[in-house]
């Protein structure tokens, strides 16, 4: 089966600061990918997804990369603000086979 | 409408107890999700629903019976649980896979449980 690996599990990083966030799967064959934002006590929101026959997806502030020859994809969050901090999860899925989430990122935005 | 909801918001319940979760959803969404997610932990798939048929059990104990009644709603049935099934459980639609590829899955705000 499909596993996900996520690094860092915690990142600090000054408002207005860019934070990345790295993860890699296994399974070839998956073909999309979306990230998650969950805050305490809420549930997880699809902030951005990508399919495997792109390569770069931009909205506003986010941004997600997929390298698929490396089995490798990134999430970039630029000019970051207070209300970012969360728990980002990545994940991983080919068809409606198993959603795969990486172990989650815990971001704390410094004021 | 864009949302999932779950009923109830928190249970707590001893293990002889039966309660039920239910989910709701009026997107048109066939595909239907139940994970169970454990703090500083991510969801853990349970079952997947497509077309109101189960089409995937990830080796899910018995004591946790789901039910999808028709294509809205969703109910996860429990039964003599344990305390380390205290956990949150969510709900999750999507469309059900296409040529185009997956879709994205739409979570309700879970089922805080907690079995004494």
């Known amino acids: 089966g499909e596993n996900v690996e996520q690094h860092p599990s915690t990142l600090s990083v000054q408002e207005g600061d860019s934070a990345v966030i790295k993860c890699t799967y296994s399974d070839s064959a998956s073909n999309y990918f979306p990230w998650y934002k969950q805050e305490l006590g809420k549930r997880p929101q699809l902030i951005i997804d990508i399919r495997s026959n792109v390569g770069e997806k931009k909205d506003q502030r986010i941004a997600v990369t997929l390298n698929k020859t490396a089995k490798h994809f990134s999430l970039h969050i630029t000019e970051t603000q207070p209300e970012d901090s969360a728990v980002y999860f990545c994940a991983a899925q080919f068809g409606n086979e198993k959603l795969t989430f990486g172990t989650g990122t815990r971001l704390t935005i410094i004021p | 409408d864009t949302e999932v909801t779950q009923t109830p918001k928190h249970l707590v319940m001893g293990m002889t107890n039966k309660k039920s979760l239910k989910c709701e959803q009026h997107?048109?969404?066939?595909?239907m999700y139940w994970y169970k997610q454990k703090a500083k932990k991510p969801p853990e798939l349970m079952f997947v629903y497509s077309y109101e048929k189960l089409s995937i059990n990830e080796s899910v104990p018995s004591r946790f019976s789901p039910e999808c009644p028709n294509s809205s709603l969703l109910n996860l049935h429990l039964h003599a649980l344990q305390p380390e099934d205290s956990a949150l459980y969510l709900c999750a639609s999507s469309y059900v896979y296409g040529g185009s590829g997956s879709y994205e899955q739409y979570f309700g705000p879970g089922t805080r449980l907690t079995v004494t």
């Open positions: 997107m048109g969404h066939r595909a």
